[in-house]
């Protein structure tokens, strides 16, 4: 039975930080694992997991950068992972396995976002393999090394308001869109959790995908400054638009659904500003919600499926 996206009051909303949705919660003994978690909103997740006593793994690509940007954060390891590189999930998950490490929190955070056109592997479209085909293998590689009561949070985005799945041409070999590759890859990330949630549900393994909200951080690092005002980002003065968030108040959304006892018994939910959200009433991306292609469970199964064959990873 799939989640009803209706907000459950947790008492949180856009405002709250990261640190905020922490109050009262010890994650000593525990580990996480945050893809991307040494830029934007992943380190923003990182330092808050970390201060909550968590041991936090940053698998990064940069390595060195990593190890820079997560120097003063206790607890936090970096090891070497290319989302794009199927060969690099099966060395990073094997090696975790290997050295008998589990997990009870997976933060699919690392992301692309309005690229140019790239290939990677295959010929696969560069936002579809990052942002979800790179997570769903490697989701899947370490499922024996995730504990009773794991949490898997795929950090989405009301981008997904402009594509569905485009099944008919997921890779765009028909004609590149830099904002409908990204879309459809947020909207695999939401299906991902959807469909990993009832997977995983008999094992007490739970999955959310997020919106973190509107967010100035690295990952506009394709969208030249001179367009941020026009696509309503940014004010005349260079500074973040009204409603943007903090990338301490866009980590939240992600954290709190990596933890919070609120969301037992809500599994697969899409969330926003720190609690369910609502299904999309309007087209207006900044105040969110959720459209009904992103929930829809027959598509979670379709690209569920899919990704496995294209990854060869089915680990459920």
Not at 85 to 105: C, H, W
Not at 116 to 134: D, I, K, Q
Not at 197 to 212: E, K, Q, T
């Amino acid at each position: 039975m799939i989640t009803e996206q209706q907000k459950i009051g947790t008492g949180f909303g856009a405002h709250s930080t990261a640190d905020d949705v922490l109050v009262g919660i010890d994650l000593t003994g525990t580990t996480a694992l945050v893809t991307g978690g040494y830029s934007g909103l992943g380190l923003a997740a990182t330092r808050a997991l970390a201060g909550a006593g968590a041991r936090v793994i940053v698998p990064a690509r940069r390595t060195a950068t990593a190890r820079e940007a997560v120097r003063d954060v206790p607890g936090a390891e970096v090891l070497p992972l290319d989302l794009a590189n199927l060969e690099s999930v099966r060395i990073f998950a094997e090696r975790l396995l290997d050295a008998g490490r589990t997990l009870d929190v997976v933060l699919a955070n690392a992301g692309i976002m309005a690229c140019p056109e790239t290939r990677v592997g295959p010929g696969w479209e560069a936002h579809f393999a990052v942002n979800h085909l790179g997570h769903h293998a490697l989701v899947n590689r370490l499922r024996p090394g995730l504990a009773p009561g794991a949490r898997v949070v795929a950090v989405a985005s009301s981008g997904h308001f402009l594509s569905d799945i485009r099944w008919d041409d997921i890779h765009f070999r028909t004609g590149y869109d830099r904002w409908l590759a990204y879309a459809q890859s947020k909207t695999a990330n939401a299906l991902f959790a959807v469909h990993l949630d009832r997977l995983g549900a008999a094992s007490d393994l739970h999955a959310f995908a997020v919106h973190p909200g509107s967010i100035l951080t690295p990952l506009q690092r394709h969208v030249p400054r001179e367009d941020w005002a026009g696509l309503g980002w940014a004010a005349a003065d260079g500074r973040p638009a009204e409603g943007f968030k903090t990338p301490e108040q866009g980590a939240a959304t992600a954290v709190w659904a990596a933890t919070s006892p609120l969301l037992d018994g809500h599994g697969g939910a899409y969330c926003q500003d720190c609690d369910l959200a609502e299904p999309a009433a309007t087209e207006d991306m900044l105040i969110g919600g959720v459209k009904p292609w992103a929930r829809d469970p027959g598509a979670a199964a379709r690209l569920w499926d899919l990704s496995a064959e294209l990854t060869g990873t089915h680990a459920f």
